[in-house]
């Protein structure tokens, strides 16, 4: 662990050092008789002509806030850049450290590029839908899911009875046609499937208990001057396979994700072979060593 925390420090450091350059000191190079010194670190000093076309304002107060969170934040990343050349054990090869950190940094920009040029981000629902059937067991439910039906009719409203008819007979069209009038909240899709939390969401506090919405069933309840309807259509409990639609997106993630790794190893061997076959790789005998 001790390790791992000096190993962080340490990369901790060379970002500080190599981001320093927005607030880098004028140690190396001329000072001017007119330039003014705002604060110093140590050995570290801070020009006003370092940071004066940072300065974008529109009157004399912003600038000097301005100027002021400058010096702040200049000040508190040369406390630790001093205290880094002091307390850094003297074994700490830097320039090694900051050169394999540049490299790993272009390694990886270089791959990004090569990810945003050529990588094919195009699942069709066929690719989707075998992905699910040979990986489904991946895919159990953490919690119980629901798909329902669900409506909100003020109690006086004139064929009421007759919608409710209509509603266990499951006759949509005349359904939605009478919701579309006469109610404020419905959700009649019959393939989203939704949490317990969310179907409660929806729901006064305690107007249902788990337990009614733990089976398929139709429900009519009544609460203030309301009725609500609900019809559980399908339950899939907890450490179920998740239902396709529930977790296509994170199907295609994965995907993508198989498809960039396998990309960026085509790649590289590729590159690798040519460099190979053109002889710009030289491997020499270790015979001698």
Not at 99 to 127: A, C, F, G, H, M
Not at 193 to 201: A, D
């Amino acid at each position: 662990m001790y390790l791992v925390l000096k190993q962080f420090n340490i990369l901790f450091i060379i970002i500080l050092i190599t981001g320093c350059e927005l607030f880098s000191t004028r140690n190396t190079s001329v000072v001017t008789e007119s330039d003014v010194r705002l604060a110093s670190v140590g050995n570290l000093d801070l020009y006003l002509s370092t940071i004066e076309p940072m300065i974008n304002a529109n009157n004399s107060k912003d600038s000097l806030t301005q100027l002021n969170e400058f010096i702040e934040s200049w000040l508190k990343k040369s406390v630790l850049l001093n205290e880094a050349q002091i307390k850094l054990p003297e074994d700490v090869d830097l320039e090694k450290l900051v050169k394999d950190y540049r490299s790993s940094l272009l390694v990886y920009n270089y791959r990004q590029y090569l990810v945003n040029s050529k990588l094919d981000t195009l699942v069709i629902p066929e690719q989707l839908l075998e992905y699910y059937k040979n990986h489904k067991s991946q895919y159990l439910l953490e919690d119980p899911i629901f798909r329902v039906q669900l409506a909100v009719i003020p109690d006086k409203t004139k064929g009421i009875d007759q919608f409710f008819r209509n509603w266990k007979k499951g006759n949509n069209e005349r359904i939605k046609g009478f919701l579309n009038i006469h109610s404020s909240l419905f959700l009649l899709n019959d393939s989203i499937w939704y949490s317990n939390q969310k179907l409660l969401s929806f729901l006064p506090t305690n107007l249902l208990k788990e337990i009614e919405i733990s089976k398929k069933t139709n429900i009519q309840r009544h609460h203030n001057s309301d009725e609500f309807f609900i019809k559980i259509l399908e339950v899939k409990t907890k450490n179920e396979i998740a239902p396709f639609e529930t977790v296509r997106d994170k199907i295609k993630k994965v995907i993508i994700h198989k498809r960039k790794i396998k990309l960026i190893e085509n790649i590289e061997q590729k590159l690798y072979d040519e460099y190979i076959e053109s002889k710009r790789i030289r491997v020499f005998s270790a015979e001698n060593f």
